[in-house]
C-alpha cells in the first residue's frame, strides 16, 4: 500500500525560504502525480502544487507561483517542494499527496482543481507538516 511521508517543516520569518520533501514508501502503480495541498486555520483546503511524475510538468496555485518550485526524484520516490520568498500568507499545515491524473483511474475523488488547473483524484496523503512564516 502506498504510503507518503512529509518532512521538513518549520518556523521562518518572512522573506525567508524552506524546503519540504515527501518519500513515497510502496507502489506507485496508478499514482502519477504527486504534489502539495495546504490548510490554514479557519480557511479551506487548497492544492499549492502538483507535478507529473513520469515527465516533470508542473501546476502551481497562483498565489505561489513564481516563489515555489516542485520537483520529482523517481530513483528515491520523493518530491520536493521549495518555498522562497515566505509571507506569513503561506502559514499552513502542509499536505503531501499521491494521486492519478486518470478519470478511470481516480473514481469518486475525481474532480477539478481549480487552483491547480487540472482534473485528478489524490488518494493518498500524508500526515501533515506545520509551516509557519513571522511577520
Request: glycine content about 14%; some cysteine; aromatic content about 12%.
Amino acid at each position: 500500500q502506498l504510503q507518503v511521508r512529509e518532512s521538513g517543516g518549520g518556523s521562518v520569518q518572512a522573506g525567508g525560504s524552506l524546503r519540504l520533501s515527501c518519500v513515497a514508501s510502496g507502489d506507485m502503480l496508478g499514482n502519477n502525480l504527486m504534489g502539495w495541498f495546504r490548510q490554514a486555520p479557519g480557511k479551506d483546503r487548497e492544492g499549492v502544487a502538483t507535478i507529473y511524475i513520469e515527465h516533470g510538468a508542473a501546476y502551481y496555485a497562483h498565489s505561489v507561483k513564481g516563489r515555489f518550485i516542485i520537483s520529482h526524484d523517481n530513483v528515491l520516490k520523493t518530491v520536493y517542494l521549495q518555498m522562497n520568498s515566505l509571507e506569513p500568507e503561506d502559514t499552513a499545515m502542509y499536505y503531501c499527496v499521491a494521486g492519478t491524473s486518470l478519470r478511470r483511474l481516480g473514481g469518486s475523488r475525481y474532480q477539478y482543481y481549480d487552483e491547480l488547473g487540472l482534473y485528478a483524484a489524490f488518494r493518498v496523503w500524508g500526515q501533515g507538516i506545520q509551516v509557519t512564516v513571522s511577520a
